[in-house]
């Protein structure tokens, strides 16, 4: 692998979610290239199989690849649940690869030993039980009291989440069981779900501290590429969305995040 740091980083999600990552990592590393990659058309991601959410994530990394990254960050949670150990075999010659899923649970480790943890999402992730084998490798003693939250996402990608009678609901649904009493931290296990973070945080009335992977997940990426002498420290001169189904959504999400001068461009797959 000879990249250089002008290079620029990828990222990419199923759609809205991971632009809380690229925002975050932006804040981190002001001066570096990003590209952006939202699979609008096939979102959601977490109710699809794990043949099909690695085919849709080695597709993506070779898009990245091909606009020249040193670094693909799959933002998005079901993602790397499903592809991130595959992908990091195909392409780890070619560019670094981080996921969003082993920094928090790094993260956990180091600050949640022996403590009642909840989780949210997609039902994938759920299902794939990832966080629960990882922490146990870690043997941090950590009960995590985990929920799949399948309807968040589609909620977010229709530009409902301004909705408080539907967010209230689904937040009841999903939070409002006694298994969740207990818990002192939430991690949001989905990159669309901190998009509801002020509404989490006011259904636990402020009493359960809210994890949003965003941050955790932009300084892992600051290390990977401090430790490979790949920060950029020049000029920032790409910062480039591109989406594979255009929705308004996504747009209306992106020029909030990121200011109304981006170049927001169509690129079907």
Known sequence: MQNSPSQPIGI????IGGLTVARAL?????????IYFGDTARCPYGEKSQATIHSYAKQITEMLLSKGCKLILIACGTASAAAY????????????IVDVINPVVEFLGENYRDRNIG????????NSAIYAKKLKVLNAGINLVSQAAPLIVPVIEE???HHAKIVDSLL???LGTPEFND?????LACTHYPLLKEQINAFFKGKVKIIDSSR????QVHKALAKQNLRHTGKKTQEHFYISDYTQSFAENAYRFFGENIHLEHYPL
Do not use: M
Not at 12 to 15: H, K, L
Not at 26 to 34: A, F, G, H, R, S
Not at 216 to 219: D, K, L, P, Q, T
């Open 85 to 96: 150990e595959e992908i990091q075999k195909q392409f780890a010659s070619q560019a670094l």
């Open 12 to 15: 990419f999600d199923s759609g």
């Open 159 to 161: 530009g409902l989440h």
């Open 183 to 187: 818990i002192e931290a939430l991690v």
């Open 26 to 34: 932006i804040d981190v590393l002001p001066n570096e290239n990003i």
């Open 216 to 219: 955790i997940v932009a300084v």
């Open 172 to 174: 009841e649904i999903y």
């Open 119 to 126: 989780l949210i999402a997609t039902r994938f992730t759920i």
